[in-house]
């Protein structure tokens, strides 16, 4: 990939810490979390224009707390410390840091003292977002002030002969107003960057990388599944290499209503791609038949999936690439960044995954991508609104939103109840807040009125779950309005043959899980 302008960002485990890159990244400059073991001869190789020290739950003072190597922060490159990351700077250039007598957490006033760099363009009295116990309580006579709240002598830092600036609140969050500014300044007036990262050059770069790692006449497996980052990589192969893109789409039963029809119209009729749907729903739906278990469920569609994925794969001669929708969350999760550090590990369920010993080279254009971004470039390649938008959806699909044994009634009945929650949620705006949400059928035979009497027979439950989350480890329940809920309810309810009832999910993950199994 060309060199572009970079940010790296020293990653002492914030829970910020990937919200500071996607700041930076959002004022169209490139970054990327580094390990606080990077050296200074990794940052000259990496070419970065200036680092940025993230917030961290440890405390500076305290034994094992993660530091950096002094001589990052006197190479001559410019720097700007987060919270933690200030005191880091602070105390390894020879200033004091100890508990402060009060803890700041939330909304405070920010007097800005020195208007000037990082706080270049603020009002003299700013609301800033602090979390913090620990305090610089003294700078080294290198150091300046530049700002103050009432519980926090020093509150921003200039270093005198270095470019070391540091603020003790989080210009990240959005809760701090100015944070943008404040982003800003760092990255464009202190490091001088021109702003280089807009999507069509991602597209373009992206474009000469796969031509490149690819060459003139090999072909290239995709497995699309529908999703939104697997769409993506698609598009991006295809107009990199044409139609040596071949994509394989395998149809388990377990889907959505029309998805398969969905991924036929955009990639075969739209786009012109050469797209082998495989239909495996009855050997699916075969291999599933009496499990109940949910994990064996996982395990059993896992399976058959690279199985038949290997089968399709056999029949398409000379391809020695797969292409694959890796993202840079899942990139940083499993610890293979650019220091291989990894702050925290994600679990992973991947089923829809197909393991290295199918023995393809990896194709992964979106492996340096947020998930909005991911989405900026789906549209900015042509992506229908419908796959750039998508929920994220679980690679067992609709097996695991059936309590109990998956048949084809029940999958039936499910995908009747899920669209009508769908075609709602569109029609009343709600869909692009919610962060994913699908109906549950819970096969208990619940008692409803029949006519004259009471009945029990075949009358289930279907339980909707809508949740709003950023990373989907931590999720809300919607606070989603009644009048939506009801419709929804009166229609699956009369229209859906088996429903006699039902039920909102009120709770919240952790502990919940998303999912219901
Ligand atoms: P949970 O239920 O663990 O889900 O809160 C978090 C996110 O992961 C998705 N999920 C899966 N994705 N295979 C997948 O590809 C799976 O087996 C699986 N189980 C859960 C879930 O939909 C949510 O987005």
């Known amino acids: 990939m060309p060199v572009r302008e970079t940010i790296g960002i020293i990653d002492f485990g914030s829970q910020y810490s990937q919200l500071i890159a996607r700041r930076v990244r959002e004022s169209h400059v490139y970054s990327e979390l580094l390990s606080p073991q990077v050296t200074p001869q990794q940052l000259r190789e990496l070419g970065v224009r200036g680092l940025i020290l993230s917030g961290g739950p440890a405390s500076v003072y305290a034994a094992g707390a993660p530091t950096c190597a002094r001589g990052v922060l006197e190479m001559g490159l410019p720097v700007l410390g987060i919270c933690y990351g200030m005191q880091i700077a602070c105390q390894l250039l020879g200033g004091q ?31 800033v977002w602090m979390s913090h116990g620990d305090v610089v309580t003294q700078v080294a006579d290198c150091f300046e002030s530049l700002a103050t709240t009432s519980g926090c002598p020093v509150a921003a830092v200039r270093h005198k002969s270095l470019p070391v600036f540091g603020v003790q609140f989080h210009p990240e969050v959005s809760h701090t107003p100015d944070g943008e500014q404040i982003i800003r300044n760092f990255v464009y007036d202190i490091c001088g960057c021109q702003g280089d990262w807009r999507v069509q050059s991602v597209i373009e770069s992206a474009v000469a990388t796969i031509s490149e790692q690819v060459g003139p006449e090999e072909r290239v497996i995709c ?25 394989i789409f395998v149809d388990n039963g377990l889907c959505r209503r029309r998805e398969a029809e969905l991924v036929a119209i955009t990639f075969r009729d739209h786009f012109g791609m050469d797209l082998r749907v495989v239909d495996a729903r009855d050997r699916f739906l075969t291999k599933l038949a009496g499990v109940l278990d949910p994990q064996q469920k996982r395990q059993i569609i896992g399976h058959e999936f690279i199985e038949v994925f290997k089968q399709e794969a056999k029949s398409i001669a000379g391809a020695r690439f797969l292409a ?21 590990i994600k679990f992973h369920h991947n089923v829809g995954g197909l393991p290295a010993v199918l023995g393809f080279e990896l194709v992964e ?143 919240s993950k952790p502990p919940s899980t998303i999912e219901w199994q």
């Open 365 to 507: 254009p979106l492996r340096n991508l947020f998930k909005d971004e991911v989405r900026l470039v789906g549209e900015a390649l042509g992506l229908p609104e419908t796959l750039v938008w998508r929920h994220p959806f679980p690679g067992p699909g609709l097996a695991v939103r059936i309590a109990g044994e998956v048949t084809a009634d029940r999958l039936e009945l499910l995908r009747s109840a899920d669209e009508i929650l769908l075609e709602e949620l569109h029609a009343a705006g709600w869909y692009r807040k919610v962060a994913q949400g699908f109906a549950v059928l819970v096969p208990v035979s619940s008692v409803g009125v029949m006519g004259d009497g009471r009945s029990y027979e075949g009358q289930h439950l279907i339980v909707i779950r809508l949740v709003e989350s950023k990373d989907f480890m931590t999720a809300d329940w919607v606070h989603i309005d009644y009048g939506v809920l009801a419709t929804i309810s009166n229609r699956i309810i009369n229209e859906v043959h088996g429903v006699n009832r039902v039920a909102y999910d009120v709770s």
């Open 97 to 127: 840091v100890q508990a402060g007598q009060t803890r700041e957490y939330g909304r405070v006033r920010l007097r800005v003292t020195q208007p000037a760099d990082v706080l270049a363009h603020l009002a003299p009295e700013v609301n």
């Open 324 to 344: 694959q929708g890796t993202i840079y969350p899942d990139v940083i999760e499993s610890g293979h960044g650019p220091t291989g550090h990894a702050a925290v």
């Open 223 to 247: 497995g699309l599944s529908g999703g939104v980052d697997s769409s993506v990589t698609a598009a991006l192969v295809h107009r990199a290499i044409g139609d040596r893109l071949v994509n």
